[in-house]
């Protein structure tokens, strides 16, 4: 199936499933005018009807949109490989915000650019280790000491760890 | 030029004058540069420094702030693509795009120059007519504003993109993003399935800064390996407009700084929404519209004159009547009710020499800004000579520790979700500056839709009784129109031409 036609498909049948949410927000009895579901109805009635429109305009022969490039293709054309996988960069970032809390900001923080930088084909001991330490150093100290920002502690362990700094 | 405003000029060039002066300003920048820090912190953490000085001085040092930060944000807007401050954010289309061509620094000596202009053309409007402009201001209802903002989208079908449909699903998608959360106007609960983080709507600076920053890293790890940002772009010189182009853009300059300067008056709106309608409307002006968003000078030069001239706007209805034009407004309230003053029209009568002091020292920072540039662009591009591999974990670090700072680790989930929808909604053609126009813009079409739906009588008829909106929505139509009028007459004779050939 053309993606632009799974999309405006997708598109549709969700705009009409937020609809029905819409109609459901109530109306509250101390306002004139429209309803609070108003705007969003006219907004999602719009979506739905784009939404059919790109499925019908998609097609089948023919990509509309530069598809997201495949590993294979970029060695045949650049002769060089890409510099890592989004789909496993997206993975390490939501593993950085979900040990955030637990790990605190200055641990998980190292963690995970040490992580992505082996991901990324770095494996020089400089830039590997140490500039994930120091700008994780300075940034934590540019935040809690300059701008008095409060930064994730992290928990148990972790957060005694942290709190060291904090003093 | 009065006497008490030479006064006051002469004593901003004394080196008591001057230091606070260079103290704002270089803070302004460089909270502007650090994504997740804007005027409203730059003001908030120096504000102590200022109790112990005279309020002239002190008043200087802060609108110093004001002025500084809103071109800050261009900076890693044009180099990285990271929208510093939200008033950046249409920059980032046309800057990022001059940058990815090998223009930063021509890009960003645009910024500069016009961002200076900008500043003072606000300033000397606010000298020169504040009082009359804060009072047709104050006769702007919900219809205008309404139609302002229905203006300022109209334009998004041609905002660089191959697809006007997939450009119009971007901004209904923007809309309907910017309706999440606590209704305004009657309280009720909008789409935000039991969840608190929601309820305070999608936070818009973490939104923008996933948008364009994590999705561009998302898109660039995608790309051959062994290209280092540094590699293109380590020989960034800052080059400022020549002649030429300063005369080519004098009229887009112009228009753009009284745009600014207008929608800076009007209260509740800021810098962000002037940016947004001064490229807007340049774009509709322009003979090749289809080359904006694919790296135009007159595509940083519109957005940075406008957003830097709101600064004095929004200083018109604050130092005239006392009411804040923007949430940095509403802060240097506070700031002159520290200091023992009441901003509003007795201010002229009572405290003169604050008054010429705050004009003075908005000139002189807005020159300032543009000369202490170099020094913040000059650190800014060394760390751009470092591999992209390196360079990114960085500022995913500093988007994420940003995004905490603005409001709690909900942020960091909003920034990330973001940026994986805006990594995707790029590999399918669906762009990405629409959906941010439709964030900035939505919340106030809706709530002034639906006020001035209240009011009318006639409904939506009612809007076309009043000159001023009328006008306004009758180009809006046409503008949004237009685009689509010329592709499919375009389409129509390319057929015509093969059918006779």
Redesign the interface.
């Known amino acids: 199936m053309n993606?632009?036609r799974m999309?405006g498909t997708s598109?549709a049948l969700l705009s009409a499933l937020?609809i029905a949410?819409?109609q459901r927000?109530?109306?509250?009895s101390?306002?004139?005018?429209?309803?609070?579901?108003?705007?969003?109805t006219v907004?999602?009635t719009?979506?739905s009807i784009?939404?059919i429109?790109?499925a019908l305009?998609a097609d089948k022969g023919k990509q509309?949109?530069?598809?997201?490039?495949s590993k294979g293709d970029?060695r045949t054309q650049?002769?060089?490989?890409?510099?890592?996988?989004?789909g496993v960069?997206?993975i390490l970032?939501?593993l950085?915000?979900a040990s955030?809390?637990v790990l605190g900001?200055l641990l998980a923080?190292v963690v995970?650019?040490v992580l992505?930088?082996y991901i990324?084909?770095?494996r020089r001991a400089g830039?590997l280790l140490f500039?994930?330490v120091l700008?994780?150093i300075a940034?934590f100290f540019f935040?809690t000491r300059?701008?008095y920002?409060p930064?994730?502690r992290g928990m148990g362990i972790f957060r005694t760890l942290s709190m060291l700094l904090y003093q | 030029m009065s006497s008490p405003f030479l006064t006051a000029l002469m004593s901003i060039c004394r080196l008591s004058g001057l230091l606070p002066l260079l103290v704002g300003t270089m803070a302004g920048l460089i909270v502007g540069v650090v994504p997740g820090l804007g005027s409203i912190q730059g003001i908030v953490l120096l504000l102590p420094l200022t109790y112990a000085m005279d309020p002239d001085k002190a008043l200087v040092m802060l609108t110093a702030i004001y002025c500084a930060s809103v071109f800050g944000g261009s900076i890693t807007a044009i180099l990285f693509r990271i929208p510093g401050t939200e008033s950046s954010v249409m920059t980032t289309i046309d800057g990022y795009e001059l940058t990815q061509k090998g223009y930063a620094g021509k890009a960003i000596g645009t910024a500069m120059l016009c961002s200076g202009i900008g500043g003072i053309i606000g300033v000397l409007i606010l000298q020169l007519l504040a009082p009359q402009l804060a009072q047709i201001a104050l006769k702007f209802g919900p219809p205008e504003y309404f139609a302002l903002c229905v203006l300022g989208l109209s334009c998004v079908s041609s905002v660089g993109t191959q697809s006007q449909l997939k450009a119009v699903i971007s901004a209904l998608l923007g809309l309907f993003l910017a309706t999440i959360g606590i209704d305004p106007i009657s309280g009720a609960d909008r789409f935000t399935f039991g969840l608190n983080l929601l309820k305070s709507g999608v936070p818009f600076t973490p939104a923008i800064i996933g948008l364009f920053a994590i999705s561009e890293i998302l898109k660039q790890i995608d790309k051959p390996a062994g290209r280092t940002v540094g590699s293109q772009y380590a020989r960034v010189k800052v080059q400022f407009l020549t002649l030429a182009e300063l005369v080519r853009m004098k009229w887009l300059i112009l228009r753009s700084s009284l745009i600014g300067t207008w929608i800076g008056i009007l209260p509740g709106v800021g810098a962000s929404t002037a940016a947004v309608i001064a490229y807007n409307q340049e774009m509709r002006l322009s003979k090749d519209p289809s080359k904006w968003g694919t790296g135009i000078l007159e595509g940083v030069a519109a957005p940075e004159t406008s957003n830097n001239a709101s600064v004095g706007g929004a200083m018109v209805p604050l130092l005239s009547l006392g009411i804040p034009g923007s949430s940095t407004a509403a802060v240097l309230i506070g700031a002159f009710l520290i200091h023992g003053l009441r901003p509003g029209p007795l201010l002229f009568m009572t405290n003169p020499d604050v008054v010429y002091s705050i004009f003075a020292g908005m000139y002189m920072a807005n020159i300032l800004m543009v000369l202490l540039s170099f020094v913040i662009v000059r650190l800014v591009v060394r760390i751009l000579a470092v591999p992209y591999s390196t360079l990114s974990s960085v500022i995913i670090v500093i988007c994420v520790s940003g995004a905490i700072v603005l409001g709690g680790f909900s942020n960091v989930w909003t920034l990330i979700v973001f940026g994986i929808v805006g990594f995707f909604m790029s590999n399918y053609g669906f762009p990405l500056s629409p959906v941010v126009i439709a964030l900035v813009l939505g919340p106030m079409l809706e709530a002034n839709l639906r006020r001035a739906l209240v009011m009318s009588q006639h409904g939506f008829l009612g809007f076309f009784t009043r000159p001023i909106t009328a006008v306004l929505l009758i180009a809006s139509f046409l503008y949004f129109i237009a685009p689509i009028l010329n592709r499919w007459r375009r389409r129509r004779m390319g057929k015509e031409t093969t059918t006779e050939a």
């Open positions: 993606t632009d999309i598109l937020l949410v819409a927000i109530p109306r509250m101390f306002t004139r005018g429209p309803s609070a579901g108003f705007w969003p907004i999602l719009m979506m784009c939404g429109a790109l305009s509309t949109h530069a598809p997201a490039s970029l650049k002769g060089a490989l890409p510099l890592g996988s989004p960069c997206i970032l939501l950085y915000l955030l809390q900001f923080t995970f650019q992505y930088l990324l084909r770095v830039p500039t994930p700008v994780t940034l935040f300059v701008v920002a930064l994730p």
